[in-house]
């Protein structure tokens, strides 16, 4: 193989790895998922949400229709946040936002989003 081909081939290798890594620096809504119906019943009266990074992530903002939930989101790890929203029946869209940790990138962060529509349904007894 020339020193051409050869530089050539890492060069390829290297790209290839940054693209499937820039995928690792993000933020997932893993809770409720995309599509769901989520009954509430007495036992369950709340929508449980979590969230999830591929890295550690910080300034987790949480928008559930529109308006900020991100108070009612604890830290489970540096890159998992749970909570407990309450929230009428009907259609709703989470939006979730971070700052994720990225070795590879400028300034060692990226800002990632994740957005998830579920439907609430109606509660019933226990």
Request: with cysteine; charged share 15%.
């Given at each position: 193989?020339?020193?051409?081909?050869?530089?050539?081939?890492c060069?390829?290798?290297?790209?290839?790895?940054?693209?499937?890594?820039?995928?690792?620096?993000?933020?997932?809504?893993?809770?409720?998922?995309?599509?769901?119906?989520?009954?509430?019943?007495?036992?369950?009266p709340?929508?449980?949400?979590?969230?999830?990074?591929?890295?550690?992530?910080?300034?987790?903002?949480v928008m559930?229709?529109?308006?900020?939930?991100s108070?009612?989101?604890?830290?489970k790890?540096?890159?998992?946040?749970?909570?407990?929203?309450?929230?009428?029946?009907?259609?709703?869209?989470?939006?979730?936002?971070?700052?994720?940790?990225?070795?590879?990138?400028?300034?060692?962060?990226?800002?990632?989003?994740?957005?998830?529509?579920?439907?609430?349904?109606?509660?019933?007894?226990?």
């Amino acid at each position: 193989m020339s020193k051409t081909h050869a530089l050539r081939a890492c060069s390829i290798a290297v790209l290839m790895a940054a693209s499937i890594s820039l995928a690792g620096c993000s933020i997932s809504i893993r809770q409720p998922a995309n599509g769901a119906d989520v009954a509430l019943n007495n036992q369950v009266p709340s929508v449980h949400v979590v969230v999830t990074g591929n890295a550690s992530y910080t300034n987790l903002r949480v928008m559930a229709d529109g308006t900020d939930v991100s108070s009612q989101m604890a830290s489970k790890s540096s890159s998992e946040n749970d909570g407990d929203l309450q929230l009428a029946r009907g259609q709703h869209t989470l939006t979730a936002s971070a700052d994720v940790h990225c070795w590879y990138c400028s300034g060692q962060t990226t800002h990632s989003s994740a957005t998830t529509t579920f439907q609430v349904l109606e509660r019933r007894g226990k």
